[in-house]
């Protein structure tokens, strides 16, 4: 016997329609309604909600809720935030200066420098270079004012130590890097390394972004500057984006009830009894990187068709057709036999090839297809069965008593199947098996069978080590189906 673990999936593209409910939209839904929302079918219980107060320091977006002065309201719609050139309230026009020395700056000032657009973000005033000599003018081997030249319209610094004195007149200072630093762009002018200016050349305006106060922004080629903070109009004054709404998302337990997946999601839920159905063929891809085998249950269709795919080369790398229907042995057996619930109604499938990135597409094939569970994942080797399993069930039908005319009537429940097998094991494996089945404990998992009327979709429910032999052992489990 193999057990068979779900993986994790991607369901790339599906032919299976939704079909049950109309899909979730923001409006006033009254009790008792059903939704579609994300894979899940929900039904509405109340027709109010409460909602956070306002927060107009707050991004909200679509779909959010509030309430602002006793009314609850929707984020219903994203608008930009108006342009600069319309805000006059908000944004200023900047007329740019050009970037000067010995100048004092303030925090907010914007000024330009070689063609770029530079904002002041602390206070400072600019060096003053008037005294500076130019490299030409100094003789060979003078020592310029604050060991300060300029050469070819850029500034240097003279490095400390003795050396670079002697070493001064030598040459130029753009060709001498261990005596001179080039100090233009670090200390002197704006730069985008410069602890004093931050170059916001493009820093082009976007609506729906807040804004502080001083942030400067270009818009249609001209420079703004935020007066004030920029923050939400309220609700009640901001048709354009906010409606009253008494409607809360799905996923508010309190509000709505969950129904279970929807009709192309059925199949992937943990219950062997729901179906996605469709009148015509299913068709299914899915990406798992880490799966060896494809189990599918509760199936109704004439074949089924399991490709997989490698998707570094979308080759088609591995195709199986499996039949489903009964083959007829006589003209007898076709008008009058039992052909079609002798269908085939399980598919394990047990991949073979081993590239990594694959993906699975599956379809069935009919004029009514449907299928119960489909489950793709990691199958583990447990041990061989031994003869004397035992399948009961429990039947969970209610005896329904009339007090008033003495009628009893059964109303039908579930019937739950227990199944009771020995497997076959070695000895010294039982510490790998044990952490193997810890492993599957309380997941939905498929226990797959060389007898195929022993293969159950569900959980072991009870397991018991038992060591006969110092070779072989045997482990006892009891698996419960799940419905």
């Not at 984006?241 to 009709?263: F, I």
């Not at 044990?434 to 998992?445: A, C, E, R, V, W």
């Amino acid at each position: 016997m193999k057990g068979l673990v779900p993986g994790t999936f991607t369901l790339l593209s599906s032919t299976v329609p939704v079909n049950e409910a109309q899909i979730f939209t923001h409006r006033v839904y009254p009790i008792g309604e059903k939704v579609v929302f994300g894979n899940m079918l929900y039904e509405r219980l109340t027709a109010t909600d409460t909602y956070e107060a306002f927060n107009n320091r707050k991004w909200y977006k679509e779909g959010e809720l509030c309430t602002d002065l006793g009314i609850n309201y929707l984020f219903k719609k994203q608008i930009l935030f108006d342009n600069p050139s319309i805000d006059t309230i908000n944004w200023s026009l900047l007329s740019v200066s050009e970037w000067a020395l010995a100048t004092l700056y303030t925090s907010g000032d914007v000024r330009a420098f070689k063609s770029r657009i530079y904002l002041c973000i602390t206070n400072h005033t600019s060096p003053s270079l008037d005294s500076i000599l130019d490299w030409y003018k100094g003789k060979p081997s003078s020592y310029y004012t604050g060991g300060y030249c300029r050469f070819n319209n850029r500034y240097y610094k003279l490095k400390s130590g003795f050396q670079a004195y002697k070493t001064a007149s030598l040459s130029t200072p753009s060709s001498r890097t261990d005596v001179w630093a080039d100090i233009t762009e670090i200390t002197v002018f704006p730069s985008s390394a410069s602890s004093y200016w931050v170059d916001i050349t493009d820093q082009i305006w976007v609506g729906d972004i807040f804004y502080n106060a001083n942030s400067v922004t270009i818009y249609e080629s001209n420079i703004y500057k935020l007066i004030n903070d920029l923050v939400l109009p309220t609700p009640a004054s901001d048709p354009l984006r906010w409606t009253a709404s008494q409607t809360s998302l799905p996923t508010n337990t309190t509000d709505w009830k969950s129904l279970g997946a929807v009709n192309r999601f059925k199949m992937f839920d943990e219950y062997f009894s729901t179906y996605t159905e469709f009148n015509g063929d299913i068709q299914i891809a899915l990406t798992d990187v880490d799966f060896n085998a494809v189990f599918i249950g509760n199936i109704f269709a004439d074949s089924v068709l399991i490709e997989v795919i490698n998707n570094e080369t979308s080759e088609v790398v591995e195709s199986n057709l499996f039949d489903l229907t009964y083959d007829c042995v006589d003209i007898f057996d076709y008008f009058f036999g039992d052909w079609m619930d002798n269908r085939i109604s399980t598919v394990i499938y047990s991949r073979t090839s081993m590239y990594k990135d694959v993906s699975v597409q599956m379809t069935m094939s009919g004029d009514l297809c449907r299928v119960g569970i489909f489950v793709i994942g990691k199958y583990y080797y447990i041990g061989d069965e031994a003869w004397g399993a035992s399948d009961e069930a429990l039947l969970f039908h209610t005896v329904i008593e009339d007090t008033s005319t003495g009628e009893l009537y059964i109303q039908k429940g579930n019937e739950l199947g227990v199944k009771s097998i020995d497997l076959w094991v070695d000895t010294n494996s039982l510490p790998a098996l044990n952490t193997i089945l810890k492993k599957m404990s309380g997941i939905p998992m498929v226990f797959i069978s060389k007898n195929n009327y022993l293969t159950t979709y569900g959980f072991y429910r009870k397991k018991h080590n038992i060591l006969p032999g110092p070779t072989k052992s045997m482990i006892s489990i009891e698996i419960r189906e799940l419905l």
